[in-house]
C-alpha cells in the first residue's frame, strides 16, 4: 500500500523561498506520476505541479518559473522547491501518485504553507 508523507511547510515572508518533501513507501516509486496539489484558504485543491515517470515537468501558469518540481528516485522522494513566494501561495499542499498502469491514486495528509509578512 502507498504511503506519501509530505514536510517542509512554514510560515514564510512575501519573496522567500521553501522546498517541500514527499516520501513515497509501499510500492516502486518510478511506476508512479507524481503530482503537487495545493488547497488554498476556503478554496477548492488546485494542480500546482505534475512529473511524469519520465521526468516530463508541468506546471501551472500562477508558478511558472517560480516552482521546481523533481523527483530523487533512488531515495523515492518527491521534491518541490519555491521561490519568490507570493501571499496567494498560501495553502495546505498535497503530493499524489497516480499509478502509470493501474491510474491507482493516492494522497498525502498534507503540509501547510503560510506566505505572510
Known amino acids: 500500500q502507498v504511503q506519501l508523507v509530505e514536510s517542509g511547510g512554514d510560515l514564510v515572508q512575501p519573496g522567500g523561498s521553501l522546498r517541500l518533501s514527499c516520501t513515497f513507501s509501499?510500492?516502486?516509486?518510478?511506476?508512479?506520476?507524481m503530482k503537487w496539489y495545493r488547497q488554498p484558504p476556503g478554496e477548492e485543491h488546485e494542480l500546482v505541479a505534475a512529473?511524469?515517470?519520465?521526468?516530463?515537468?508541468t506546471y501551472a501558469d500562477s508558478v511558472k518559473g517560480r516552482f521546481t518540481i523533481s523527483r530523487d528516485t533512488p531515495n523515492s522522494t518527491l521534491y518541490l522547491d519555491m521561490k519568490n513566494l507570493k501571499p496567494e501561495d498560501t495553502g495546505v499542499y498535497y503530493c499524489?501518485?497516480?499509478?502509470?498502469?493501474?491510474?491507482?491514486?493516492?494522497w498525502g495528509q498534507g503540509t501547510q504553507v503560510t506566505v505572510s509578512s
Open positions: 509501499g510500492n516502486i516509486f518510478s511506476h508512479y506520476g
Open positions: 499524489q501518485a497516480t499509478h502509470d498502469y493501474a491510474h491507482t491514486i493516492t
Open positions: 512529473i511524469t515517470s519520465g521526468d516530463t515537468t
